[in-house]
C-alpha cells in the first residue's frame, strides 16, 4: 500500500512538473515580446529624440520670427511624403491597412503602392 502512495505522489509531482514547465514557457513568451516593444520604443524615442534635435537646431528662436515664416520653414512641399518614406525604411508600415505597426523585415505591398502613387 505505501508502494502504491509513494508512486502515486511521484507522478502528481511529475504533472506538476509539466505544469510548472509550461508555465515558465509561457512567461519566457511573455518577456520575450515585452523585451521587443521595449527595444522597439527606445529606438523609436532616439528617432524622435533626434528629429526633435534637428527641429531646435533648423528653427531659430520662435519669439524673432514672424509666425507666417516659421511655418514655410518647418513644413516644405514634399516633407509629409519624406517623413513618410523614412517611417517606412525606419521598419513601420505607411499604408491605411498597418499603419504605424512594425513591419518585420518584409516589403508591404500597400505601402509600397501609396509610396509609389503618382499624384
Known sequence: MKEKNFLDTVMEFEQQLQSMQ??????????????EEHHALQLENHHLRARLDEFHKAVPEV??????????AVMDIGEGYDNLARLYHEGYHVCNVHFGSSRK???????????NKQN
Not at 105 to 115: P, V
Open 22 to 35: 509550461e508555465q515558465f514557457s509561457e512567461l519566457k513568451a511573455v518577456v520575450a515580446r515585452t523585451m
Open 105 to 115: 523585415g518584409d516589403d508591404c505591398l500597400f505601402c509600397l503602392s501609396f509610396l
Open 63 to 72: 519669439a524673432a520670427v514672424d509666425p507666417v515664416k516659421l511655418k514655410k
